[in-house]
């Protein structure tokens, strides 16, 4: 049962982030010992058509669709149908192509197989061509041995991971996610490929301008490589109706925040919410177990990663989940955000349209939210948090 107090508090904090002028519009929902306990939205879904955010619109939440996928590769473990150590190509053969033979899941799920950048000549169109990018992938010889360095696989950690689900288990990514996690949490808003008849529920995605002063990465930097710009995570491109519907899954999916929330209670909750299990709880915690800190050879800062997740920590990229490294989840481009606290039984769901960088002041949205969450539920706000964010 949602907590009607709590909820008014940020309520009242969303609305005022929207008068301010901070954010046009978001969503909220956290869940606390298995309980929906915030569930509140603010502004505007689309500012062209002043079509207002409900609790049922639908955003684009880029990168925190990392978190999906993982689970996704973590309930097919605990099936045993795959083993994280094994070749990527034991289930994808010709992925053992150009030195990546022994390029493990493992790797994948920890952005260590050596594929970040987007192929040569990328455009939208092949983007959304899921066998293009497979097919192509499996022919690019990797920028390191895999396994030796560990460098944010920004959207290709989507096809390698989505195509060893494919080949291991037959279902695309998208209807697994529809079968094997929605379907038994009760609900139906994650997409990774949405279909036709929820297109107008999908938020507008706005670009936010760049503040005076923000930092900016070299133009030769890895990053844009990664994250080529004819495919950046902007507006005009993953507003286009054919982005919305292709499969994406490092990047592309389409929830509502109350439905991220949840898949992350299940994982704050043991791998269970209610009667639902998605998996074990020693499988939960095998997941965010501590991979990698090293200095992230794209990104060029050192990010606390687990196997598919980021965990809390005191760099930019923890986004609200606080310095806790028990806390595991993904945040997204332009501010979304989800994470599950086992130890609290919490977990926190966050989606917005205006898409803010690294050049935003901090705390980001997603900060001040989750912060202001805890203090409404009386949770104990992690040491250092209001240190680190003065």
């Known amino acids: 049962m949602v907590n009607t107090k709590a909820n008014d508090q940020v309520k009242a904090l969303l609305d005022k982030m929207v008068k301010n002028k901070e954010e046009v519009g978001l969503q909220v929902a956290a869940y606390l010992d298995g309980e929906l306990v915030v569930d509140c939205w603010a502004g505007l879904a689309d500012s062209t058509t002043n079509r207002k955010v ?4 639908l955003f684009t939440v880029f990168s925190t669709t990392k978190g999906i996928t993982a689970t996704c590769i973590h309930m097919l473990a605990d ?8 070749p990527i190509a034991k289930y994808w053969p010709e992925f053992a192509q150009k030195g990546k033979a022994k390029a493990t899941v493992r790797h994948g799920l920890t952005h260590s197989v050596g594929l970040p950048l987007m192929p040569d000549g990328i ?7 899921w066998d293009w990018m497979c097919k192509t992938l499996a022919e690019t010889k990797p920028m390191w041995e ?6 944010y696989h920004a959207y290709t950690y989507g096809w390698i991971l989505g195509e060893v689900l494919r080949r291991v288990d037959g279902r695309t990514i998208g209807k697994f996610v ?26 507008r995605l706005e670009n936010a301008p760049v503040p005076p002063g923000a930092p900016v990465f070299p133009a030769d930097s890895l990053i844009f490589k990664a994250i080529p710009p004819i495919v950046g995570t902007t507006g005009e491109v993953f507003n286009r109706p054919d982005v919305r519907r292709a499969s994406i899954p ?6 509502s925040a109350r439905a991220l929330a949840r898949h992350y209670a299940a994982l704050a909750g043991g791998g269970t ?29 050192p990010i606390t990663k687990a196997m598919g997740y980021f965990l809390g920590g005191a760099g930019p990229m923890d986004a609200g989940m606080g310095p806790s490294p028990k806390v595991f989840g993904h945040a997204g481009a332009g501010g979304s955000n989800g994470f599950a606290d086992p130890e609290h039984k919490f977990a926190f769901g966050f989606a917005k349209t205006l898409l803010k960088g690294f050049g935003d002041p901090p705390p980001p949205a997603a900060a001040k939210i989750a912060d202001a969450i805890r203090a ?12 680190r964010r003065r």
């Open 123 to 129: 455009t939208t169109e092949k983007m959304c061509d």
């Open 273 to 301: 919410l209610g009667k639902a299990k998605l998996m074990s709880s020693k499988r939960v915690d095998i997941a965010r177990t501590k991979q990698t800190e090293d200095t992230d050879f794209v990104i060029g800062m």
């Open 178 to 203: 529809q079968e094997e996690i929605c379907k038994p949490l009760g609900m139906t808003d994650i997409y990774i490929g949405i279909p036709g008849s929820v297109e107008k529920r999908v938020a």
């Open 79 to 86: 099936r045993g149908k795959l083993d994280y150590d094994a």
């Open 376 to 387: 409404a539920l009386g949770l104990q706000i992690p040491a250092g948090v209001k240190e």
């Open 250 to 255: 490092g990047a592309g999916g389409i929830m």
């Open 146 to 151: 895999p396994g030796t360095k560990t460098g």
């Open 54 to 57: 409900d609790g049922d619109t």
